[in-house]
């Protein structure tokens, strides 16, 4: 099977995705479709960017996130509230599949530019609405982010050692959750509309995909009546399964959901003897010994190597993952051979490497094309080829519309 890395032939190409949204849930997705051939449109106030741009770490003054984050768009700015750029909006939407936006809900009805107004130029347009809490319910109005989903849905209550705090992630876990499923919602829009001939509205509550992610503890709440407690780096449902400190200073985790897996690990560190025990035959049961199992396991790990631990494993088909920092993840041989760093080079700052696309397909070797651009890099551009003339353009701008 020939193979492409030509976007303009990628599955998603021809896909016109219009991004209006901030931060990440709404971006992410977008750079998903964009990884895989959709022509995305990054819309950003002409005087208050996107504020991924300054968040996290800069070289040099450059802020490093915003090149992943806006890889594959270009980059169009307009302010949405003035008539100027409620015209650009429309203009850019009636020639759309997709539009993204993460508004409080009643923004855009506010500015003229709800759904009904949308559609009436473009009836085969998708509206993904990305917000906190989603267009409906009590809390619709609030300000919302990862960081209040991660802690309503459930996970910093169950995160944590069982004697600390519940415990938050250090990176937009819930706004990354939230950009698969918004780029899922999508597809499944996409593919309605293509069999009825008119769009959808994709109303996306960020507080909800991660709940979806955390298992059944929503049914063990209402079967049994009690809550997942925090457990640390174990978990309730099997052991030994664990972080491990290596003789070399360094850390692996172990896991054992399978129970052959948990025999196999048994039997590497010469503790053969507990697979006989009762408790052993289960996965809960076994988690119940979790202190015992971690003894054995942790007393054997610390007497080797990390590297001699990770080949003993492989040797008894157990399984074991080193604990990688960022330096480990580019140099480790199974990454390379999948290409899951890209590199490229960037205008302000030269070759750089990044995470790519999500998966692999067999006919399509996905590229990033290029960097996050600067704020209103393809203004002129793209609405020049929309019809807009210089002079309308220059208007646009006199105006503080974009």
Avoid at 71 to 82: G, P
């Amino acid at each position: 099977m020939s193979v492409t890395t030509d976007p303009s032939r990628g599955p998603l190409a021809g896909l016109r995705v219009i991004d209006a949204a901030t931060l990440f849930a709404g971006p992410m997705a977008a750079m998903h479709l964009g990884d895989l051939g959709a022509e995305v449109v990054k819309v950003e106030h002409p005087r208050r960017p996107d504020p991924a741009r300054t968040h996290g770490v800069a070289k040099d003054g450059v802020n490093l996130w915003w090149k992943t984050l806006g890889r594959n768009k270009r980059t169009v700015t307009a302010d949405l509230s003035t008539p100027g750029g409620r015209e650009v909006m429309l203009a850019l939407a009636a020639e759309a599949d997709v539009v993204i936006e993460n508004f409080r809900p009643g923004t855009l009805e506010r500015w003229g530019l709800d759904y009904d107004t949308l559609a009436s130029a473009n009836e085969r347009l998708v509206l993904a609405r990305v917000s906190g809490f989603g267009q409906i319910g009590p809390y619709r109005s609030r300000p919302g982010f990862g960081t209040l989903a991660e802690a309503m849905s459930g996970f910093a209550a169950m995160t944590g050692e069982p004697d600390g705090p519940p415990t938050l992630p250090p990176f937009g876990l819930a706004d990354g959750v939230a950009s698969l499923a918004t780029a899922f919602a999508i597809m499944v829009a996409l593919s309605t509309r293509d069999r009825t001939g008119r769009g959808e509205v994709v109303d996306l509550a960020i507080i909800e995909p991660i709940l979806a992610m955390l298992g059944p503890q929503i049914t063990r709440w209402d079967q049994r009546g009690d809550v997942h407690p925090r457990t640390g780096n174990r978990t309730s449902n099997n052991a030994p399964r664990n972080t491990y400190r290596t003789r070399d200073g360094l850390w692996v985790a172990v896991s054992t959901s399978a129970q052959s897996i948990a025999e196999r690990v048994m039997e590497l560190v010469g503790r053969p003897d507990l697979i006989a025990q009762p408790w052993f035959a289960t996965g809960v049961e076994r988690a119940a010994h979790a202190d015992e199992l971690d003894e054995a396991v942790g007393t054997w790990i610390a007497a080797h190597d990390r590297d001699d631990v990770v080949e003993r494993f492989a040797q008894a088909q157990a399984a074991v993952a080193p604990i990688y920092d960022a330096s480990d993840i580019v140099d480790d041989p199974q990454f390379q051979a999948l290409g899951t760093i890209h590199p490229i080079t960037d205008p302000e700052l030269g070759p750089l490497r990044m995470q790519g696309p999500l998966f692999r397909l067999s006919g399509y070797d996905a590229v990033i094309a290029h960097t996050g651009r600067a704020h209103g890099a393809d203004t002129d551009a793209v609405l020049a080829e929309r019809g807009f003339s210089p002079e309308r353009i220059a208007a646009l701008r006199e105006e503080g519309a974009i």
